[in-house]
Structure formats: structure tokens, C-alpha cells
């Protein structure tokens, strides 16, 4: 499974952003898929993961209300619709695939900035 993650940019606080995960493979749509994040001298944390089929969410206490994970199977690709964005939102945002039930595979991130 190769992982390509992109949509990262600069946006002010309060803004938007939308990442999209493009994956490669006929088996996406049987993988539950997740996104991380890291930001500077900080370790990698977990930022949302969905289901095969969408219908399991789960989201970080820290980006609840704000974030929305969604993917499109068709299309193979995973997206995070980011709003209210705040500076501590900055890091660097990593698309990951479970296979096995384990996030095994990554794909290289995109770089996420929020100004105050």
C-alpha cells in the first residue's frame, strides 16, 4: 500500500484546510485508514481513523467538533476536512492504512502551519 497525502498549507487561525490521502491499491476500501500528526520536539499523536465502511469514527479529544475524517472508496482516497484551526494545529500530517487491524503502512505527510 503506498500513501500520498496532500492538501497541507498555511491558513490563519479559524480557517480551513482539507487534506486528501490518495492510496494506492485495490484493497483501500478494506482497510480501516487513520490520520496522525506531529508536530516540532513532540511525539506523534493520533488524530482520527475511520472504519472500512465509514460507519466507525473516532476523533482525538483535541480536534472533536472541529475535524472530519471521511473516505471515499471509489476513489481510494481518505480526507480530513479541517476547521476552526488553531496554531496549535501546526504539524506535520501523516495518512496511515490498517491493513491487519494495526497502522502498518504511512505515507510521507504534509505540512500543516497555523498563524495566530
Known amino acids: 500500500v503506498q500513501l500520498q497525502a496532500s492538501g497541507g498549507g498555511l491558513a490563519q487561525a479559524g480557517g480551513a484546510l482539507r487534506l486528501s490521502c490518495a492510496a494506492s491499491g485495490r484493497s483501500f476500501s478494506n482497510y480501516r485508514m487513520g490520520w496522525f500528526r506531529q508536530a516540532p520536539g513532540k511525539e506523534r499523536e493520533f488524530v482520527a481513523a475511520?472504519?472500512?465502511?465509514?460507519?466507525?469514527?473516532t476523533y482525538a479529544d483535541s480536534v472533536k467538533g472541529r475535524f472530519t475524517v471521511t473516505r471515499d472508496n471509489a476513489k481510494n482516497t481518505l480526507y480530513l476536512q479541517m476547521n476552526s484551526l488553531k496554531p496549535e494545529d501546526t504539524a506535520v500530517y501523516y495518512c496511515t492504512a490498517a491493513p491487519r487491524g494495526t497502522f502498518d503502512y504511512w505515507g510521507q505527510g504534509t505540512q500543516v502551519t497555523v498563524s495566530s
Open positions: 475511520i472504519s472500512w465502511s465509514g460507519a466507525i469514527i
